[in-house]
């Protein structure tokens, strides 16, 4: 029985080749794309079978993957109807803001779990929040762990609510990382610095710092601590981000992301 993607777009192709370096065999893995030659590249770069039907590529497995934009979920869901009455999938969405409830009134006979994972998934390192009904067995959850986890890390959560708090603080987050990165290059061409020379000092530091942080030796509060001398040169930028309202206007940020995750979810 193959995993099934409906729709081979960027986070497809990213789980896909997570797949098969993970072991699984192209022969396994099913894909359905509208677009014929993204079908071509998908065969060529990864072996697996591309089908223009999704009902045609779901009929491979019991294993879907819904790995299409939230606009076109709905129409996707009324084509798999009629096989899930058949095969009763384990239906997983990726689909931002898309509610296990509004996937399980379309397919009644499948048991789904609502994924969000981010971006930085395409090259490996990515991070993906997962939810599920009490329906999917441990079984299914831990086939579902390995098929992220081959992008990067995961998180379950138990409560769906939840799920909009993982999309504002992980599937959004990166971008908030980005949105430092080009504020600390611009201020530091500010002070002076060629802008190659800025790009270079600030990625690597912001690589350097995330290494430091994700290999668990110590809490980011910590790290913090121990490279902020009193009266020094990090003591002096930290106390002008405290004072300006660092922490607060990050916990606002975020609360404003998951009110707007829970309102695109019709929630
Ligand atoms: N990229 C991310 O970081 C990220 C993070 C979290 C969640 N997600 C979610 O993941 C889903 C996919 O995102 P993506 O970045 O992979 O988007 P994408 O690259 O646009 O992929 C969507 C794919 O689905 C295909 N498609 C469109 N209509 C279809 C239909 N009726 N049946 C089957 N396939 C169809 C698209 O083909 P065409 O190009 O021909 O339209 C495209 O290849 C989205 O729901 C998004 O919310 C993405």
């Known amino acids: 029985m193959s995993t099934v993607f409906i729709g081979g777009g960027n986070m497809a192709r990213c789980l896909i080749g997570g797949l098969i370096s993970s072991g699984t065999p192209a022969t396994q893995i099913a894909v359905s794309e509208p677009f014929a030659n993204a079908r071509t590249a998908l065969e060529r770069d990864f072996g697996c079978r591309a089908f ?137 061409i500010a002070q002076g610095l060629p802008a190659d020379v800025a790009g270079t000092l600030v990625l690597n530091t912001a690589l350097g710092a995330a290494r430091m942080a994700h290999n668990g030796e110590a809490s980011p509060a910590l790290l913090r601590e121990r490279v902020t001398s009193p009266g020094g040169t990090t003591a002096a930028a930290l106390k002008t981000f405290l004072d300006g309202g660092f922490a607060a206007l990050t916990a606002s940020a975020i609360e404003a992301a998951t009110r707007r995750g829970r309102e695109l979810a019709g929630g």
């Open 52 to 188: 223009a039907s999704n009902t045609d590529a779901a009929a491979t497995g019991a294993t879907w993957v819904l790995a299409v934009k939230p606009q076109v979920m709905d129409s996707v869901l009324r084509e798999l109807a009629p096989l899930a009455g058949q095969s009763e999938p384990l239906v997983i969405s990726i689909a931002a803001g898309v509610t296990r409830g509004r996937i399980q009134a379309a397919l009644p006979q499948a048991r789904v779990v609502r994924a969000m994972p981010n971006t930085p998934a395409l090259i490996g390192a990515g991070v993906t929040g997962l939810n599920a009904g009490d329906d999917v067995s441990l079984l299914e959850r831990e086939r579902t762990t390995a098929l992220f986890a081959s992008a990067g890390a995961v998180a379950w959560v138990d409560d769906e609510a939840l799920m909009d708090a993982v999309t504002a603080v992980s599937g959004s987050g990166p971008a908030y990382f980005f949105l430092l990165m080009e504020a600390m290059i611009d201020a530091a």
